[in-house]
């Protein structure tokens, strides 16, 4: 097997190798993505079960 045969295989196996990471990285991102969506809860929710205070200060609605 000559050196030009060799490089060229070694560029497609290269190739096909990124491609093959790309689409797995994308798919655990995807994962990822959805598997975060679920815990959503707000800062008063999360203080209450606590039963703590509120450290960040409120918007008075009637100020604005």
Do not use: H, P
Request: avoid cysteine; proline fraction near 0%; aromatic fraction near 14%.
């Amino acid at each position: 097997m000559n050196l030009l045969s060799f490089l060229s295989f070694l560029i497609l196996v290269i190739t096909l190798l990124t491609m093959v990471f790309g689409v797995l990285a994308y798919f655990l991102y995807k994962a990822r993505e959805k598997k975060k969506g679920e815990d959503d809860i707000s800062y008063e929710e999360t203080v209450e079960a606590q039963g703590g205070e509120l450290i960040f200060f409120e918007k008075d609605v009637k100020d604005v």
